[in-house]
RNA sequence: GGCCGCGUGCCAGAGUGGUCUAAUGGGGCGGAUUGCAAAUCCGCUAUUCGGCGGUUCGAAUCCGCCCGCGGCCUCCA
């Protein structure tokens, strides 16, 4: 059992100690979500994934290798972009061809708006770009809220932990710049239509993270490298860094022209100009800055040898490559004095994707959810975020209603615990608060293995009769990490009937029964009341008597 | 074609050489409680870990082959 926190590395196909330049200030990014549509629960799993390790390492239980354990949890710089420069919808032009993906999305905001599928009290621009990406970038942050994700809660108290990449332009610029100065990335084509590249030859060790060893990429089966967007590189895997497109709907100024930054380049930027403001102490760039005298001095910054940027760096498994694979690429040709030797980032973190009834989630098939989707079906965030996180991230898990449902009792039954009186604690059950401890945190420390840690929190429940302060103590350590008690309870309408579970609306059909059935019942009437009861589920209504004297009603299955 | 991963009971999902005749939650079954339900509590519920071989005193765990599933190599969490 480690005493300390181990991780799988992708870029080593190991699990290792997580080794931090700053055991107490880790460092730590994470590719976020495109926002021309709803994030689904698969994006939410892996982002859900990433803000539990921020939140274990924020834990006064967690250690990292080679530090005396401390009192009070390490404080963790978490990052997490939004990528609201559309990406092409064309993959034939992977490098730039075919309708934007924000143009897209605004063409189908417009087409809800004229059907009137909008939701009431929205009125955006359909064909501002930045009007969509703002819409959906919102809906992110509300979401991502429920599910209790911190960045988003940072985001939300302080802007800047959700860093756009349009507001990041000058710096990618900044950054490709000195690529193209000391020899990393070229430029070709005429004025009107020069395109950047970034030159794979210069960086041996580009392949390292994902496998992919140059010479088979030129023989990929995916066909990446087609003859159609070949046209001036000087290898078929140079990627783009900069289109000068000056028809484009977003576009920025740069030496190459007005156009728009290649799709890796946001991360290396974004998480430079973070990590570097940290260290100055500054949350926020100044203000009004003129871009290129505010940044320079940073990106004129070089890391010692290979030594990494950042200590950690999440995203989905299909991120690998190429994304990751060029942003190591890029940000070690940039950043380091000695580029082959760097990683950019120590740890790099991949989390699998979901699965929805046993198959890949699709539109098509019918498995495909939002998690707005689900809470409007009254699904409680809290149970909808264990179910996400209770599978260990490095496998696919399977999203169940099923599913859902046990993790909604689960978090019932944790939540009584913090919602009892709390009696004063026994030497036995301090005890045995210590052997939760325990074993969650070894739990936790071997690559977050959160389904045993969970398997640990039952176990220790089971000799819970009445809870006490230790208990607690305990739970809530341990729901500072998993999260799933602190986010937000959907409430439901109630009468003086009934309590209606989030989901389901009172109505006079259901009203008039519940009255006959308390009469009926109040007579001891009970066959009468159980025929009640009977009409109401055929009804589609489920009812449970609760304490309040009220009923509950909810919907069926 | 290249690189990578997975396959545990009805479901979800831990376990990676002996204490595993396999944690935990759900489901099912039986009981307590309840007018009946619900919730809660107690008990039972895989001699077995995709298949076949091998290594070993000992394998779900290591090795080989086979079967099945999946990811990346093209935008994707």
């Not at 703002?134 to 599910?147: G, S």
């Not at 209504?541 to 069926?556: F, L, M, N, P």
């Amino acid at each position: 059992m480690p005493t300390h926190l181990c991780l799988y590395n992708s870029l080593s196909r190991r699990v290792e100690p997580l080794v931090a330049t700053d055991p107490r200030r880790v460092t730590f990014y994470s590719c976020g979500p495109t926002v021309y549509d709803d994030a689904h629960i698969g994006n939410f799993r892996s982002f859900l994934a990433a803000d539990v390790l921020r939140r274990w390492l924020e834990s006064p239980w967690c250690t990292l290798a080679g530090e005396v354990p401390q009192p009070v949890g390490r404080e963790v710089l978490h990052v997490m972009n939004i990528t609201d420069v559309g990406h092409m919808t064309d993959d034939e032009g992977a490098d730039g061809a075919g309708e934007d993906k924000m143009a897209a999305a605004g063409r189908r905001i417009a087409e809800a708006k004229k059907a009137g599928t909008l939701p009431s009290g929205v009125d955006i621009d359909a064909t501002d770009p930045y009007a969509v990406a703002e819409f959906y970038t919102a809906r992110f942050v509300d979401d991502a809220c429920m599910l209790g994700f911190k960045v988003a809660l940072d985001e939300r108290q302080s802007p800047g932990f959700m860093p756009r990449a349009t507001q990041y332009v000058p710096a990618m610029v900044l950054v490709i710049e000195r690529l193209v100065q000391s020899g990393h990335a070229y430029f070709v084509g005429r004025e009107g239509a020069r395109v950047v590249y970034f030159r794979v030859k210069s960086f041996p060790a580009y392949g390292r993270l994902s496998g992919n060893v140059l010479d088979r990429l030129r023989e990929g089966q995916g066909g990446r490298i087609s003859a159609n967007n070949q046209a001036g590189k000087e290898h078929p895997a140079d990627f783009l860094l900069w289109k000068e497109d000056p028809r484009h709907i977003m576009k920025w100024n740069s030496p190459w022209g007005e156009g728009y930054p290649g799709w890796h380049i946001e991360c290396t930027a974004m998480a430079a100009w973070r990590v570097w403001l940290r260290e100055a102490s500054l949350w926020k760039a100044p203000a009004g800055a003129d871009w290129s005298a505010a940044w320079q001095p940073l990106l004129d910054r070089q890391q010692e040898g290979g030594a990494a940027l950042i200590d950690l760096h999440s995203g989905g498994e299909d991120n690998a490559f190429p994304h990751h694979e060029c942003e190591i690429a890029q940000s070690c040709c940039a950043f380091n004095t000695r580029p082959e030797q760097g990683t950019f980032a120590s740890c790099w973190f991949h989390v699998r994707h979901l699965f929805v009834e046993g198959a890949k989630m699709s539109k098509r098939t019918g498995n495909f959810f939002t998690a707005r989707d689900l809470f409007a079906r009254g699904v409680e965030p809290g149970a909808l975020r264990l179910e996400l996180i209770r599978a260990h991230y490095r496998v696919n898990a399977n999203f169940t209603l099923q599913g859902l449902d046990d993790c909604a009792r689960m978090v019932e039954r944790w939540r009584r615990v913090l919602e009892a009186k709390g009696v004063m604690g026994t030497p036995g059950r301090a005890q045995a608060a210590e052997v939760l401890r325990m074993e969650f945190t070894d739990a936790m420390n071997d690559d977050l293995n959160v389904a045993r840690a969970i398997g640990a929190i039952n176990t220790w429940l089971a000799g819970v009769a009445e809870p006490t302060t230790d208990d607690q103590r305990v739970l809530k350590v341990i729901d500072g990490v998993l999260g799933v008690l602190s986010v937000p309870r959907l409430v439901g309408a109630s009468t003086e009937l009934a309590v209606y579970a989030p989901g389901t609306k009172p109505n006079p059909e259901v009203e008039a029964k519940l009255q006959a059935r308390k009469t009926a019942r109040a007579a001891k009437d009970f066959a009468a009341s159980d025929k009640l009861r009977d009409e109401l589920g055929a009804l589609g209504y489920v009812i449970k008597d609760v304490a309040s004297g009220r009923v509950e009603v909810s919907r069926k299955g």
